[in-house]
């Protein structure tokens, strides 16, 4: 049975930092596309981040580019999410995903696996 745990969520004021883990069982994990989503109140889950099996390629949505980095380590069947310089409009439940599918994809349907989400609330 696949889990996805997230962890490291928070309240954190305006500026600040957090990083979010989810550690991946039941799955091969290094075989696997790993990737944030977020899902705002009364908003739809929207795509964060994602990162190739060996981490060689990365993507960012437009509105964490450069505040946000995403990495993993395989043999701790682990991915990270580092946020800095938090916004308000990063409050949200922050869920990890997995894919089968090879290459970095954005779509939430192509994801296979979900965990429960991390809250991450940003206060000004």
């Known amino acids: 049975q696949v889990q996805l745990v997230e962890s490291g969520g928070g309240l954190v004021q305006v500026g600040g930092s957090l990083r979010l883990s989810c550690a991946a069982s039941g799955l091969t994990f290094s075989r696997h596309v790993m990737a944030w989503f977020r899902q705002a109140p009364g908003k739809e889950r929207e795509f964060v981040t994602a990162i190739s099996w060996t981490a060689v390629k990365t993507y960012y949505a437009d509105s964490v580019k450069g505040r946000f980095t995403i990495s993993r380590d395989n043999a701790k069947n682990t991915v990270y999410l580092q946020m800095n310089s938090l916004k308000p409009d990063d409050t949200a439940l922050y869920y990890c995903?997995?894919?089968?599918?090879?290459?970095?994809?954005?779509?939430?349907?192509?994801?296979?696996?979900w965990g429960q989400g991390t809250q991450v609330t940003v206060s000004s």
């Open positions: 995903a997995a894919t089968e599918i090879a290459t970095v994809v954005t779509s939430r349907g192509a994801y296979n696996y």
